[in-house]
């Protein structure tokens, strides 16, 4: 139902009732319309090196996720790397895209998928943007990097995974803050 009400934008707050665009903007109901999002000045960044910081160096998001299985943190291990981190330019809608590429410890690693959820499950979390957020595997760097791609960026795959309580509880574990 909402899907049939029309977001006004700021052209259509400053032009006047009675103007050929306000007319002309009502008239044309089908017409899709973009909201753009806000710009990263907007959202408190300086700009895209900024974003880029905030993700992987002073809030310490991607730093401090814990490895599955090892007692060490997945900076520690040269899974994830601040070159890693790419800003794109936005998206005709002005959303922001963040890939985040990472690389297993071995090219056959068995939890690369869920190393995959924990970053995205963490980045997510922190930041409260409309951000668009890619993850991949270092080109090369595993045997099934295909595979593991696609499960790591589809929607439905990544909403399964965290209703599992298991692999939820794994995902908790690797991404939660020490005090």
């Known amino acids: ?3 049939f009400f029309r977001r006004k934008t700021s052209e259509d ?3 006047s009732p009675g103007s050929s665009d306000a007319v002309e903007a009502s008239a044309t109901p ?6 753009p999002s806000p710009t990263l000045s907007q959202l408190g960044y300086r700009g895209e090196d900024d974003l ?4 992987y160096g002073e809030n310490l998001l991607l730093r401090t996720i814990r490895d599955p299985e ?12 601040e070159e890693g981190i790419f800003v794109q330019k936005p998206t005709e809608g002005n959303v922001y895209v963040v890939r985040i590429e990472f690389n297993p410890t071995v090219p056959h690693c068995s939890l690369a998928t869920l190393i995959g959820l924990c970053i995205r499950v963490k980045v ?5 943007h409309n951000l668009k957020l890619d993850i991949y595997i270092k080109k090369g760097a595993h045997s099934t990097e295909d595979e593991i791609n696609k ?10 995974a965290m209703e599992n309580p298991n692999l939820r509880q794994l995902v908790e574990s690797c991404i939660k803050d020490e005090d």
Request: overall charge positive; hydrophobic content about 35%.
């Open 1 to 3: 139902m909402l899907s």
């Open 13 to 15: 707050l400053t032009a």
């Open 30 to 35: 089908h017409k899709k319309e973009v909201s």
């Open 52 to 55: 880029k910081e905030t993700i």
């Open 70 to 81: 090892k007692p060490n943190t997945l900076e520690d291990l040269k899974v994830v790397y």
């Open 124 to 128: 997510q979390r922190n930041l409260n």
């Open 151 to 160: 499960q790591i960026n589809d929607k439905e795959r990544i909403a399964a």
